[in-house]
């Protein structure tokens, strides 16, 4: 653990590296989706009414300021979310992953699990953004934790590349 290090560069590359993470988070949820259980995809999409948790959060804040979103508008400000997201917990790594014990973080590993498990898990529902986790079958939660697990992974190969290998 080095302490000379400078803390805005640690997130601005952990925020490019979340941008990657998350765009290959992307891919590999999507390859899960469109290979599961036609059941399963049915009670997960009945779950979340045809909405996104995302788009559930971009519709919330419209409302919080007086303002409504049309369908269009919804799932493009619950992508921009979703991004912006992924680059703030990229940006979090970024910052922790010089200064905690590379074996806590298990090569992103242990991030990308704690990362589904605040977000997925537990903000999500918080939030009133999805139903509680027993609404959604068990190939929802073990999808968001590869993705999650996948998140980790990247952001921690792609910080190697850019600052080096710890």
Do not use: C
Not at 91 to 107: D, E, H, I, K, S
């Amino acid at each position: 653990m080095r302490d000379d290090r400078n803390v805005l560069r640690d997130a601005l590359d952990g925020a490019l590296a979340g941008l990657l993470a998350t765009w290959l988070m992307g891919k590999a949820t999507t390859v899960l989706y469109d290979r599961e259980n036609p059941s399963a995809r049915a009670r997960e999409d009945a779950a979340r009414a045809g909405k996104t948790s995302y788009g559930v959060a971009a519709e919330k804040l419209a409302r919080a300021v007086g303002a409504s979103l049309s369908d269009e508008q919804r799932q493009a400000y619950g992508k921009a979310i979703h991004w912006a997201l992924g680059m703030a917990a990229g940006a979090a790594y970024g910052v922790l992953r010089p200064r905690v014990p590379n074996r806590m973080l298990a090569r992103g590993l242990a991030f990308g699990t704690l990362f589904w498990l605040l977000a997925d898990e537990g903000a999500t529902v918080a939030l009133g953004l999805t139903p509680g986790p027993r609404a959604f079958p068990w190939q929802t939660h073990a999808r968001g934790l590869v993705g999650h697990t996948v998140f980790g992974t990247v952001a921690d190969t792609t910080l190697d590349v850019l600052q080096g290998a710890a």
